[in-house]
């Protein structure tokens, strides 16, 4: 395969050093048919001129940059619409951040997939990296004890299993994806997570199990790799995003259910978004559904917590917190819930 690729590369202000690795990773790529769309979300002078400085010799490389700051998740919609635009139509299309380091062999392995036409997106395994380029651990699936074959769009939404900068996906997702849906909370759901939505219903995602990016951890990433823990502190985050994650359903809602024609080829694919996913009726199924998927251990209880959660939609279902305190604690008696761990994927 040959065909061209598009890489959306987001900035915003990067640390330099951080920056020239990452642009090396891609110039010396073994896969070398590719244009990168450098767009800037309004960096300061200097920095936004060393951007420049860096990208200038590759005609490969073009630099836009926003009027005004608008976030990761727009800066990168605002790459895609410029691609969109382009005359030359890339049939591949990546994201990148602006801190990481891609293997040389990124773009060829990942590339090479859509050979097998269902294939809609793919995504890889990323190794992580401090800020000093040392290993920390050489898998972000095992660290995070991600499950990144699971594509039900209830699941990905409550916890996306796919990562940006380790994603390709087919030019027909994008005319689907356009435009992403308005956050009414910055930062509560990603560009990949509504790419990975749109993928699933234009044919089929695959994991690839072999790390092609070293994703850099440090202080100032606005999306890292987060370690799962055991015991309370692992329970109540995982409360705190579902509490967020209900907030957010009806970003999302609204694009699905105009954006996504439902594909009628595929009966695995029959999934009429509108009714299943965001039916105030059902919420508490797929609560449930997300709980006894991943962690069946304590599934009851995070059950419980999305009662309550949804609860404020059906008054008549409205539980005092003192009831559910009680009874989370007589099920923590019974089956341990703080000394469980996830299940192990």
Not at 221 to 229: L, M, P, Q, R, Y
Not at 263 to 268: D, G, V
Not at 318 to 336: F, H, R, V, Y
Request: net charge neutral; aromatic share 12%; glycine share 2%.
């Amino acid at each position: 395969m040959n065909e061209q690729i598009a890489i959306i590369l987001a900035t915003y202000n990067p640390n330099i050093e951080f920056f020239t690795k990452q642009i090396d990773s891609i110039k010396k790529q073994t896969y070398q048919n590719w244009t990168c769309i450098v767009i800037d979300d309004c960096s300061s002078p200097n920095k936004a001129q060393e951007i420049k400085n860096l990208i200038q010799e590759d005609k490969r490389f073009l630099f836009f940059q926003n009027e005004i700051n608008l976030g990761s998740y727009y800066t990168f919609e605002q790459g895609l619409l410029k691609l969109s635009s382009l005359e030359e139509a890339a049939e591949l299309i990546c994201f990148s951040d602006q801190d990481d380091i891609w293997l040389p062999e990124k773009l060829e392995i990942l590339a090479e997939e859509f050979n097998d036409s269902e294939i809609s997106c793919i995504h890889s395994d990323l190794s992580l990296i401090d800020e000093k380029d040392n290993l920390i651990h050489e898998s972000c699936w095992l660290y995070e004890k991600r499950s990144p074959e699971i594509y039900e769009p209830i699941l990905l939404i409550l916890r996306n299993t796919i990562t940006g900068c380790s994603m390709m996906f087919r030019r027909r997702v994008l005319a689907k994806a356009l435009p992403l849906p308005e956050q009414q909370i910055r930062n509560s759901f990603h560009h990949d997570l509504w790419i990975g939505l749109i993928s699933s219903q234009y044919g089929r995602i695959k994991a690839l199990n072999k790390p092609l990016v070293l994703y850099r951890q440090h202080a100032n990433n606005v999306v890292g790799a987060s370690k799962v823990d055991n015991g309370k502190f692992y329970l109540f985050s995982l409360v705190k995003k579902l509490f967020l994650k209900v907030k957010t359903f009806k970003d999302i809602k609204n694009s699905l259910t105009y954006s996504i024609e439902i594909a009628q080829t595929n009966l695995n694919l029959r999934i009429y978004l509108s009714k299943i996913f965001f039916d105030k009726v059902q919420s508490k199924i797929f609560i449930s559904q997300l709980a006894f998927h991943n962690y069946p251990d304590f599934g009851i209880s995070l059950f419980l917590f999305g009662i309550y959660a949804f609860s404020k939609n059906y008054y008549n279902l409205l539980i005092p917190w003192l009831i559910i305190a009680k009874i989370i604690k007589s099920t923590q008696q019974i089956i341990g819930l703080f000394s469980l761990s996830p299940k192990k994927e």
